[in-house]
């Protein structure tokens, strides 16, 4: 992935609990920054990373992902506190993601997705165990015509509990509320396609991406590559036979969503002094 520093701070996006902001960098580029100092934190920006190269690595659409530096003066003329916070408490490396001009949020009654589209990326979600990209947060742009994946901070979920990381790996996956469920998914033709893909190989070649600052001082690892090494374990072993523990069924209706309370949950900013 491509390093790069954040030269103009454009406004922030406020979408969720962490705050992400449009910035313009150094390759004149725009980009949507996801940063290390938000309230969950920055194994998000390592689930952003992991799942969104091993996407881009099995055909789907995922915008470019970057490495942006951030020196928190760029935002000096915002006005509100609680992202100036944010933008001290995130000096350094933190994720941009490829802004897609013009680009409209899914909506399955002005977009039909092709089965086979939906199974690839259903099997995908299950692989990485995505918790948020169901009916009630999409996380899917149309963008040319086509379909593109975003926000993939909530994936990866064992690494908020590596204890039970073994048990993640052969867990089963309940796709009922994914947003593609109605376009009639097909997981078992997506995982005889995509299963074997995933290999050793090209998971530490994804792995590889994630910056070693992400993933330094992860409680009961050595060091970051000891971090990397576990989460190919987990995404290998998940991978065989995933297609037979993919779950759809009829979706909920009404309630809350599923997603953890790491993820919704009104969580402080990182380092804010409140």
Do not use: C
């Amino acid at each position: 992935m491509r390093r790069l520093a954040a030269t103009r701070y454009v406004t922030p996006l406020r979408e969720g609990g962490s705050l992400p902001g449009i910035v313009e960098a150094e390759d004149l580029g725009t980009y949507v920054m996801k940063f290390h100092g938000a309230g969950q934190g920055r194994r998000t920006l390592v689930a952003e990373v992991v799942a969104g190269e091993l996407a881009r690595r099995l055909g789907l659409r995922v915008p470019d992902l970057v490495l942006l530096r951030l020196d928190p003066v760029i935002g000096r003329a915002e006005p509100d506190e609680e992202v100036q916070h944010l933008l001290r408490a995130s000096e350094g490396l933190n994720l941009g993601m490829d802004f897609l001009p013009g680009a409209i949020g899914f909506d399955p009654l002005a977009y039909a997705v092709d089965p086979v589209e939906a199974g690839r990326v259903v099997w995908f979600d299950a692989l990485v165990r995505n918790v948020d990209r169901s009916w009630r947060n999409p996380n899917l742009l149309v963008w040319h015509g086509d379909l593109w994946l975003i926000d993939h901070g909530a994936s990866l979920v064992w690494q908020h509990n590596w204890a039970g990381a073994a048990d993640a790996a052969g867990r089963p996956h309940d796709a009922s509320d994914h947003a593609l469920a109605p376009a009639g998914p097909d997981p078992r033709a997506a995982g005889a396609e995509l299963e074997p893909l995933i290999t050793e190989e090209l998971l530490r070649e994804v792995v590889a991406e994630v910056p070693d600052e992400w993933l330094a001082g992860e409680a009961g690892f050595a060091d970051a590559e000891a971090v990397r090494t576990a989460h190919v374990g987990v995404l290998l072993r998940r991978a065989r036979g995933l297609a037979e523990r993919i779950v759809i069924g009829p979706p909920t209706t009404d309630g809350p969503s599923r997603a953890p309370g790491w993820l919704t949950g009104g969580f402080p900013i990182a380092g804010a002094d409140r």
